[in-house]
């Protein structure tokens, strides 16, 4: 049975690596199934697809998508949709716009808190990546505000922290039909810290296809309490190590080791396949 990790990242978002980096190291670490899941942004994976072919591993389209619900932020994962659609497209356009105006009030609300910081430093640190969180906070430590990345989220950047930053992401609704029109599938990200189990229910009601089961931050009683909630709920399983690169995450050790198996990408492909027959 060959091995999948379907949550990477690389530097067209919040990763440290680029996607030829990343690629070669899975083919090291022995994965025959990929997804690189930027956040709000598809060039990583574009940029991928050639190198991935001549290493031997199947690459398939895959992001991260930040989503509103009931005023939350969440993340949904996205997998083997039609990159060229075009309201894909306008979709990870609208997040793009969404992430710089959400990073202009976060650092609005840094400096009212007597925190040195600009937005340009921000953006500058993103490179050409999707700009988030983990940029903001790479600049707090250069600024020695904080040791670390980990230190920047526990004091300064937690939604706990910062309170209501509405940017004006797309309802969940709207990203999970997109998504299946495009011919792919979708699956909640990482729920295990964040959801009780009365959100579960509204996330599952919105028309999600899937829950990532298999995250680092799962314990194996939380795997297997959300693999038996797929189950049940005859929801696809998804997971991998939520890799960004080397110290930028705790996930970082895990790639390689936290991964899925190829009948779970099976799974995900029949679904995608028999929506895209019906287009």
């Known amino acids: 049975m060959g091995k999948a990790d379907l949550h990477t990242h690389t530097t067209a978002s919040d990763g440290s690596f680029s996607p030829e980096e990343l690629l070669i190291r899975a083919k090291k670490k022995g994965l025959q ?139 969940i609704e709207e990203v999970v039909r997109v998504v299946s029109e495009a011919g792919g599938v979708t699956s909640l990200a990482h729920p295990g810290p964040l959801y009780s189990d009365v959100d579960l229910k509204g996330l599952i009601a919105t028309g999600i296809d899937g829950i990532e089961c298999i995250h680092p931050s799962h314990s194996y009683p939380v795997q297997k309490k959300f693999s038996e909630l797929a189950k049940a709920n005859h929801l696809l399983m998804t997971g991998g190590s939520d890799f960004h690169g080397t110290g930028r995450s705790d996930y970082d050790p895990f790639f390689g080791i936290v991964t899925i198996g190829d009948q779970y990408v099976a799974s995900m492909r029949r679904l995608s396949d028999r929506r895209k027959q019906n287009q």
């Open 33 to 171: 199934t990929l997804a690189i899941t930027d956040h709000d942004s598809i060039k990583g994976y574009l940029a991928g697809k050639v190198i991935a072919k001549e290493n031997g591993i199947e690459l398939i389209s895959g992001v991260e998508f930040t989503v509103s619900w009931e005023g939350r932020e969440v993340h949904l994962l996205a997998y083997l949709f039609d990159e060229e659609n075009e309201d894909l497209i306008s979709l990870l356009y609208s997040n793009k716009k969404a992430r710089k105006d959400r990073m202009k009030r976060i650092v609005t609300e840094l400096r009212k808190n007597g925190v040195d910081i600009e937005y340009d430093e921000v953006m500058a640190e993103s490179g050409r990546g999707m700009i988030g969180r983990p940029h903001a906070a790479s600049v707090l430590v250069q600024k020695g505000y904080v040791r670390s990345v980990n230190e920047a989220f526990i004091r300064y950047l937690s939604s706990e922290k910062l309170g209501d930053v509405d940017a004006g992401y797309r309802p």
